[in-house]
């Protein structure tokens, strides 16, 4: 019976404790995606996110894994990139 009323104390402590990490965990959670932007994609890209979306993901996560896939390096390596390509097909017509 005095093992009991020890264990009772505890089992209390780790339930408080369990609730507290997972109301902090869904608070975490939802301010890691706290900041929304306002973009206009190409068609390719588009196609792309409805693509992912019918595969069950959700766009602003597939933005948000590749940004942080990319990094700014990246991203600037990949719009640079885009940009030649668009100056030289306007070149050649």
């Known amino acids: 019976m ?3 009323h020890k ?3 505890i089992g ?3 339930f408080y404790i369990s609730i507290t ?9 939802d ?5 929304q932007y306002s973009i206009t994609v190409s ?6 996110l409805n693509e992912m979306k ?3 993901y959700k766009v602003s996560q597939v933005i948000d894994a590749a940004i942080k896939t990319l990094q700014q390096p990246g991203l600037a390596r ?16």
């Open 2 to 4: 005095y093992l009991l």
């Open 7 to 9: 264990l009772i104390p």
């Open 12 to 14: 209390i402590l780790f």
């Open 21 to 29: 990490l997972l109301l902090l965990g869904g608070y975490l959670q």
């Open 31 to 35: 301010r890691s995606m706290a900041n």
């Open 43 to 48: 068609e390719d890209t588009d196609r792309i």
């Open 54 to 56: 019918k595969s069950g």
């Open 78 to 93: 990949a719009v640079s990139m885009e940009r030649r390509v668009k100056n030289l097909e306007g070149d050649q017509e």
